[in-house]
């Protein structure tokens, strides 16, 4: 079966899991770090598979790149694949946030 980002984030019910999209380079992968309006250990409000397309926040990694906080592009599509993360010590992001301050970007949609 198929699966999105909402899916893997209910079956962990936590953040911190790692993605590859099909599209990106094998040295390329995210890393999940919040889900707007879900709180760890929550599920997401709404009905599956798009829990009404809430926003996903990352931190993007590429080979011989600094990472990078992003919102993650088509969350609800099936173009992503859960990875086992790779051992790594959190870093200094490009734009100037660490990860420990990402991890629970206080968004509003617009």
Known sequence: MNENIYHFYHKILDFGFCVRRSSWALTTFARVVYV??????????????????????A??????????????????????ELI??????????KNGFTYTEVKYIPTERK
């Open 84 to 93: 086992e993360c790779p051992p790594f010590e959190p870093k200094e992001l």
């Open 36 to 57: 707007e309006g879900v709180k760890p250990g929550k599920p997401i409000p709404g009905k599956p598979p798009y829990y009404y397309n809430p926003h996903v926040y």
């Open 59 to 80: 931190v993007l990694y590429m080979a011989k790149r600094k990472p990078e906080a992003i919102n993650l592009s088509v969350p609800g599509g099936y173009s992503y």
